[in-house]
């Protein structure tokens, strides 16, 4: 528990960094996120938008840095750098091994090795309650096409929860008539549409009663013609005070719901502010660029 917790955020993120092999995606990103906000981030392609976002629900492991949620850290590491740190120690002394600068990062390179395999016995144990507080939406909807609509919903409350059946599908009823989906509840989830199964993938989500939602980009393989369904569902919801975190490209629907819009390319956070500050007077040189390709 971080003893330093100020209840008014809901995730901390300190210098978070992540490689696929030699190919560093994220670079030092750092962000705090207060309750009931609503950010949007924007970018282009292999700008690390995605890999930031599930890294924040550990469905990608960070590569080093910090993550903080409702003051508990969830991933920490220093082993990445403490390595980088050693090797560049190593290129630039010969008579390395006799100096104590050198004993000391590998000690220290050993305790962080030592700290990260206790750390990853304990997300294994950790991870499906930390999930349960922070729902995901994806790209592609990821429901179970071999179930109904109801049983999509009422799954994984009756499993990790153990909420009975009859509660389960009571809540489900009323999201599913929230999201106008109350008709198809006994349908199988194969025979509804893309945005009517992304709605579901969002009521899904919301009968976890999580703290926190994270979209990625979730109208991004959706036909156009749906995309404006999925886009008033996120809406209505960003109105109740969840804390929303979303990846899109649409640059409109940004602008309108979000309080706080973030930039990122290359990995990194080029700039942030709220929407007017963003799309109206953007300061960052590559933050123009991206906007007057986009808008």
């Given at each position: 528990?971080?003893?330093?917790?100020?209840?008014?955020?809901?995730?901390?993120?300190?210098?978070?960094?992540?490689?696929?092999?030699?190919?560093?995606?994220?670079?030092?990103?750092?962000?705090?996120?207060?309750?009931?906000?609503?950010?949007?981030?924007?970018?282009?392609?292999?700008?690390?938008?995605?890999?930031?976002?599930?890294?924040?629900n550990?469905?990608?492991?960070?590569?080093?840095?910090?993550?903080?949620?409702?003051?508990?850290?969830?991933?920490?590491?220093?082993?990445?750098?403490?390595?980088?740190?050693?090797?560049?120690?190593?290129?630039?002394?010969?008579?390395?091994?006799?100096?104590?600068?050198?004993?000391?990062?590998?000690?220290?390179?050993?305790?962080?090795?030592?700290h990260?395999?206790?750390?990853?016995?304990?997300?294994?144990?950790?991870?499906?309650?930390?999930?349960q507080?922070?729902?995901?939406?994806f790209?592609?909807?990821?429901?179970?096409?071999n179930?109904?609509?109801?049983?999509?919903?009422?799954?994984?409350?009756?499993?990790?929860?153990?909420?009975?059946?009859?509660?389960?599908?009571?809540?489900?009823?009323?999201?599913?008539?929230?999201?106008?989906?109350?008709?198809?509840?006994?349908?199988?989830?194969?025979?509804?549409?893309?945005?009517?199964?992304?709605?579901?993938?969002?009521?899904?989500?919301?009968?976890?009663?999580?703290?926190?939602?994270?979209?990625?980009?979730?109208?991004?393989?959706?036909?156009?013609?749906?995309?404006?369904?999925?886009?008033?569902?996120?809406?209505?919801?960003?109105?109740?005070?969840?804390?929303?975190?979303?990846?899109?490209?649409?640059?409109?629907?940004a602008?309108e719901?979000?309080?706080?819009?973030?930039?990122?390319?290359?990995?990194?956070?080029?700039?942030?502010?709220?929407?007017?500050?963003?799309?109206?007077?953007?300061?960052?040189?590559?933050?123009?660029?991206?906007?007057?390709?986009?808008?």
């Amino acid at each position: 528990m971080n003893t330093n917790y100020n209840d008014e955020y809901i995730i901390k993120v300190t210098n978070l960094y992540k490689n696929y092999g030699q190919n560093e995606v994220l670079k030092g990103i750092d962000l705090t996120v207060k309750k009931g906000e609503v950010i949007s981030i924007i970018g282009s392609s292999g700008s690390g938008k995605s890999t930031f976002i599930r890294c924040l629900n550990l469905l990608g492991e960070p590569t080093a840095g910090k993550i903080e949620f409702e003051g508990n850290i969830i991933y920490e590491s220093n082993t990445h750098h403490l390595k980088k740190e050693l090797e560049e120690f190593k290129k630039n002394n010969s008579d390395y091994k006799t100096q104590e600068k050198y004993k000391q990062l590998r000690k220290e390179l050993k305790e962080s090795r030592i700290h990260d395999f206790k750390q990853s016995r304990q997300i294994d144990k950790t991870i499906n309650v930390h999930r349960q507080k922070i729902g995901m939406v994806f790209q592609h909807f990821n429901v179970f096409n071999n179930l109904t609509v109801i049983d999509n919903i009422t799954l994984a409350p009756m499993k990790t929860k153990g909420i009975s059946k009859e509660e389960a599908e009571k809540q489900a009823l009323e999201l599913l008539e929230k999201v106008g989906l109350l008709d198809k509840a006994k349908e199988y989830s194969l025979k509804l549409s893309g945005g009517q199964k992304q709605r579901l993938a969002i009521v899904r989500a919301l009968a976890m009663n999580p703290d926190c939602m994270l979209f990625d980009e979730p109208t991004s393989a959706l036909d156009p013609e749906m995309v404006k369904e999925v886009l008033e569902v996120i809406k209505r919801l960003t109105q109740t005070g969840m804390t929303i975190i979303i990846v899109t490209h649409e640059m409109g629907f940004a602008k309108e719901i979000s309080d706080r819009v973030i930039f990122m390319d290359q990995g990194i956070i080029c700039e942030e502010g709220t929407p007017e500050e963003i799309f109206n007077n953007p300061k960052n040189a590559r933050t123009k660029e991206f906007l007057s390709k986009v808008l």
